[in-house]
């Protein structure tokens, strides 16, 4: 994954700066970013303070975690259900399981 350059703190200052009457490209060379990186910052964090772009991280972590620890769950599940149907299967033919 790529690293991010930019803190939420730091972030948010360049957007000051832009709401202050700075023109994107003179911030864009400033701090080394692209325009559409700059463009990209005010529609995710526009309108924040830094409590906010620190809770927002927070969520967006924790909602990577429970989407991880549902798609472990629905494998699980799913290999769970798998392994039934075939001792299902195997027991209707009368065979016992495992033969």
Do not use: C
Not at 15 to 23: D, F, I, Q, V, W
Not at 51 to 79: F, G, H, P, T, V
Not at 89 to 94: F, L, P, Q, T, V
């Amino acid at each position: 994954m790529k690293r991010k350059r930019f803190t939420e703190d730091q972030i948010i200052a360049v957007l000051r700066e832009h709401e202050s009457g700075a023109k994107a490209g003179d911030l864009a060379r400033k701090h080394g970013v692209s325009e559409a990186t700059l463009y990209n910052w005010k529609a995710k964090y526009g309108g924040m303070d830094v409590s906010d772009a620190k809770r927002l991280k927070a969520l967006e972590d924790e909602n990577a975690k429970l989407k991880k620890l549902l798609a472990d769950q629905m494998l699980e599940a799913s290999a769970l259900r798998e392994l039934l149907s075939k001792n299902v299967w195997s027991a209707s033919s009368g065979n016992p399981p495992g033969n």
